[in-house]
């Protein structure tokens, strides 16, 4: 924590170059997952070199986000945790949003929506993994029978739309509340935001540093 500039720290380098590591693998993901998935969109094959090309990277760049991932969630599993006082916040979302609540239980470094964006990933990626394993064409898929290819598919699409959704909302709370997007480029928010926003995390980062 920077008393001269008064900043706090939210992520540290590592964090930030695994949360960039995981972005990129996951925006080249849907592209070209996308161009696999449906004729109108396979012009964006031309972003990795073409259709065979896109098939051949697609399941790589997905292990390498996947590996990413998982470092993400063994650092965050702990603050994700869904409490008691996130379902009490919850209930006062509409007057959260229109800048009214007042004397809302404390949220510590993540608030819910946060937790369930944390959540709906550890679910929808290993799904994404397997099922993609189940359909890898040449190396894994003719050890499977064809219902189960074709169950494989649909979990893919079904799993890839609702991680596409949520990293959409994602990237949007994150330009909607100001101050938000320096954590993930410099690692630091202000102490305003902090306490605005996390008054339970602020508390618990004071305490440590002595502030």
Do not use: C
């Not at 849907?30 to 090309?53: D, I, Q, T, V, Y």
Request: no cysteine.
């Amino acid at each position: 924590m920077s008393n001269k500039s008064n900043l706090v720290v939210r992520y540290s380098a590592n964090d930030r170059i695994n949360h960039w590591l995981v972005a990129i693998a996951f925006i080249l993901l849907a592209l070209s997952g996308l161009a696999l998935f449906h004729p109108a969109f396979f012009f964006l094959s031309n972003l990795f070199g073409g259709g065979p090309w896109t098939r051949i990277l697609h399941p790589f760049i997905g292990v390498v986000m996947f590996v990413s991932f998982l470092g993400l969630i063994v650092k965050f599993w702990e603050n994700n945790h869904i409490t008691q006082a996130d379902r009490e916040w919850q209930k006062h979302f509409g007057e959260i949003m229109a800048n009214k609540a007042a004397n809302l239980p404390e949220i510590g470094k993540y608030n819910i929506g946060q937790k369930y964006l944390f959540w709906s990933l550890v679910v929808s990626i290993p799904l994404l993994v397997l099922s993609g394993f189940i359909i890898w064409r040449p190396y894994f898929a003719p050890f499977f029978s064809i219902p189960i290819i074709r169950l494989a598919a649909l979990i893919h699409s079904v799993a890839a739309f609702i991680a596409i959704v949520a990293i959409i909302v994602h990237v949007y709370a994150a330009i909607w509340t100001k101050g938000t997007i320096r954590a993930m480029t410099r690692g630091t928010v202000t102490a305003a935001w902090a306490k605005h926003h996390h008054p339970g995390w602020y508390k618990e980062i004071s305490k440590e540093n002595k502030l």
